[in-house]
């Protein structure tokens, strides 16, 4: 068995896989080992009968199946569950949330433990970087959803979005490395359409996600109209310009009917005049955009206010002249699930914010 010796079996295509097992095994059983771990899910090789025990056991004593299991659980009053997922590989947990709703359910994933991207609004940001995850890792948190919720990623309409802990562009191998296993018709079955993935705005990166054969819908960060504003909020912008983000935005290689999503964090008296929201529309109006508005969801150590509802309306309504613009309803506000809001917080830590 080839492969390093800390692999998991989760993260592995079936080209790994036949490599893992070695020529003195027949090929097929790669492709068994696959759809075992992939199509049916299954949280314990063991329950494959169709290998032979001795195969089991030779895999699995050099190889571990590398799923993700609960440290713990919230469940939030508007049905929203955050989770916090144990990594066998060294006992940290990741943060992955469920939005279900009648008609789709959505599971927001991370790409990293912590971030390295130091944005002034976000709670993960206070966490630094602990490390980015692996393909297996990421994949396994949205197997482990699916298990648990019984959901079927070939016939009920699953979203997922990379909008929780980290920068998926800064782990970008293995992110794509991860999409095109979940993208596999012939194993997990989501469809690329299906998948978001949102950034900061790591330009040259951008370019390297707009190559990949197998790729999701892309989200940019926005968060302010202007470079000044947007280097106080993101100092990310001190490397990235704001002018070099929006090249790189217009070289994107949209596909028939995709559009550019776009976020932006309205923050009380900082970045949330009419005039912003013109300077949004100035910069994003010759692009297939989308605009999505979160108002700031707050938290503990975060120095900003959420906008009035008013302000917010007014804003859109500025946007919407040149391009289509949402207001994002936070979920799961009350067990800190929401945007922005994902630092491992306790039971404990958990108070009233709404
Ligand atoms: N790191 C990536 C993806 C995770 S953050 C990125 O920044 O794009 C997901 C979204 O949450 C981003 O659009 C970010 O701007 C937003 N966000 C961060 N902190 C927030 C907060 N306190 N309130 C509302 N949205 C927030
Ligand atoms: Fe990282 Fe995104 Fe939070 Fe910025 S908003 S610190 S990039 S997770």
């Known amino acids: ?34 759809d075992a771990l992939y199509k049916r899910n299954v949280a314990d090789l063991e329950e494959s009968t169709e290998l032979p025990v001795e195969l089991r056991t030779r895999l699995l004593s050099a190889t571990p199946h590398g799923h993700l299991t609960v440290d713990q659980r919230f469940d939030s009053a508007d049905g929203t569950v955050r989770y916090l997922l144990k990594l066998p590989a060294d006992g940290r947990s990741v943060e992955t949330v469920l939005m279900p709703a009648d008609d789709r359910h959505t ?24 490390r980015s995850l692996s393909a297996g890792e990421i994949v396994g948190q949205v197997l482990h959803v699916c298990k648990e919720h019984r959901l079927e990623p070939r016939t009920d309409h699953v979203n997922i979005v990379m ?52 790729r999701p819908y892309l989200a940019i960060s926005l968060n302010a109209s202007h470079e000044e504003q947007r280097r106080a909020l993101m100092p990310i912008t001190k490397k990235y310009h704001l002018a070099d983000l929006m090249e790189a935005c217009k070289a994107y290689p949209l596909r028939p009917r995709e559009f550019l999503f776009f976020e932006y964090v309205m923050l009380r008296g900082v970045n949330d005049t009419d005039a912003d ?78």
């Open 1 to 34: 068995m080839g492969l390093r010796a800390q692999t998991t079996l989760l993260g592995l295509d079936v080209a790994d896989l036949r490599e893992l097992l070695g020529p003195a095994t027949p090929a097929y059983r790669a492709r068994q080992i696959y």
């Open 107 to 130: 599971i927001c994933i991370s790409s990293q433990v912590g971030c390295p991207v130091d944005c002034k609004f976000c709670l993960t940001a206070q966490m630094g970087l602990e």
């Open 163 to 214: 909008m929780g802990m980290g920068e998926p562009l800064l782990n970008l191998p293995n992110v794509l490395k991860a999409i095109r296993i979940l993208c596999d018709a012939n194993g997990v079955g989501f469809s690329q359409r299906r998948i978001t993935v949102s950034t900061s705005g790591i330009v040259p990166k951008i370019a390297e996600l707009g190559a990949a054969e197998v």
């Open 277 to 354: 929201a013109r300077r949004v529309v100035s910069l994003l109006g010759n692009l297939r955009a989308k605009l999505n508005i979160i108002a700031l969801n707050p938290g503990p150590g975060i120095p900003f206010q959420t906008p009035d509802p008013e302000r917010v309306e007014s804003f859109q309504k500025i946007i919407m002249r040149s391009l289509p613009c949402y207001v994002r309803r936070p979920r799961g506000l009350d067990i800190y699930a929401a945007c922005g809001q994902l630092k491992k917080m306790q039971a404990g830590d958990l108070v009233t914010i709404q």
